[in-house]
């Protein structure tokens, strides 16, 4: 076993540079590093450095469902700039959002747990991922399962990540549910059956009432063994390469540069900004680009920070007649209660994710499978952390078009590392997105019609009731549209020469260095894309484990 040479956890050395040694290093503490880090100190001879930019996830909301709204603002996440196309300009400038906490998104998202379609990985495949088809991919999202409703085909118990049912699930949540099956939407017992369509209550990354991120489903337990070692606040600087091979890296803690070897591989899993940011910063990308911020070039691969894309989403805010949403629970007693309630016995409104129900449905008919996917917010303002309706009681209906043809691309603005990449997301850059979000939107309205739900509702706010044409929808939609902070895509599996990585999630012109993350993805799975990332994860420590 490779030791960590001079580094020892939790304690900084006072030189200004420190070469350390071990076998793997792993580059974010994100939802996939977490699994990879875990899964391979599994094996007592070798040993594995996780480096993680962000801190440690002790903040407490973090790990209570209810307070995932708490985890969507200030310093948990990293917040950059993205580009608008011409017509989507916004004051003020809208930002893409990466977590910035071990755990990654998992530790700050809201938790719900989605797979995708079978099609969705036979169009992995399609473009150059061999061997991740829905059948490759199934058996690694068995492995990660504890369900504690489901024990079947497609869901597994036992595993590491705790995949529950909401217990608190709010009169009102029931009440759009009824007014979906009222607007001829079919109800779905399970949205990861491999069948998607209908409405349903979604299953969270929750266990016994709190959060299961990918920090304390994976890395929590793993943390005593001594062939692991955590370094949170490490900001990765490059990844070292020497003569073709990516032999280490070299980061900063509190102002201090230290030089970290790998004896074996380099594992990227900083998500897909930060990780083609961090391939330029070493070399690796459009040779021509990396030329003109003075890099050395080590591997020539124009499709670094290619291919990006994310879901783009709708807001739809209602004003309430009554106290009829989790609202409510902003007054300071009702916030009591439902702390007490927390404390006691993990239920009440903190054991909810707040978007107890949702719906995947079509916003273009020619689609094999639906494409448009629907969140049920009991509350108004509940993700901003403020009340936007009068009298403070609303809910809010979100939608996003999940399967996305625009595309959009991460470049660096310069070679400084300090400096953020610039992003240019492009939505709607293909009409097709548009036209899905519009159509959408129209059948978010319709729903919200039906008298299961109507009875509760005093006035539409977002969109004005004046807007009632598909004319007006649609420039509501180009106008109002935010991201729904999945980027995906950007160092994609692939043969072809715009492919990033083998189907091993080995770089291609690099030896010993791999990508891990939601970047490899060919293409964005058709909804929250979490378990997948927990899924890749799993795959790159089998793949690790394999290699000679």
Known sequence: MTVFGSARWGILPQSQTVVGTCDYIVIGGGSTGCVVASRMSEDADVSVVLLEEGPNDVNPYIHIPGAYYKTAQGPLLKRMAWEPTVDQSRDPAPT??????????????????????????????????????????????????????????VHGVGGPLG??????????????????????????????????????????????????????????????????????????????????????????VNGRKWILRAEREVILSAGAIASPKLLM??????????????????????????????????????QLNGPHSYDKYKKARWKAAAGLNYLLFRGGPASSNLIEGGAFWWGNRNETIPDVQFFMVVGAGIEEGVDTVPGGNGCTVNLGQIRPRSRGEVTLKSANPADDPRVAPRYFSDPYDLDAVTEGTMAALDIMEKPAIQRYIAARRTPSATMKTRADIRNFCMRTAHAALHPAGTCRIGQDTMAVVDPALRVHGINGLRVADASIMPTLISGNPNAVCIMIGERAAGFLKESP
């Open 96 to 153: 893409m959002v990466q977590a910035r906490v071990l755990g990654g998104g998992s530790s700050v998202n809201a938790m719900i747990y989605i797979r995708g379609v079978p099609a969705d990985y036979a169009g992995w495949e399609e473009l150059g991922a061999k061997g991740w088809a829905y059948d490759d991919v199934l058996p690694y999202f068995l492995r990660s399962e504890d369900n504690n409703r489901f024990c079947n085909e």
């Open 163 to 252: 995949v529950s049912d909401i217990d608190q699930i709010h009169p009102l949540t029931r009440a759009w549910l009824h007014a979906c099956q009222q607007a001829g939407l079919p109800y779905n017992q399970d949205f990861n059956s491999g069948d998607q369509a209908g409405c349903g209550l979604y299953q969270i990354t929750a266990r016994n009432g709190r959060r299961s991120s990918a920090a304390t489903a994976f890395l929590k337990p793993a943390r005593h063994r001594p062939n692991l070692r955590v370094q949170t606040r490490a900001c990765v600087s490059r990844i070292i390469v020497e003569q073709g091979r990516a032999t280490g890296v070299e980061y900063v």
């Open 281 to 318: 910063l070493s070399g690796i990308g459009p040779a021509d680009a990396l030329r003109e911020h003075g890099i050395q070039v080590e591997a020539d691969l124009p499709g670094v920070g290619q291919n990006l894309q994310d879901h783009i989403e709708m807001s739809l805010v209602y």
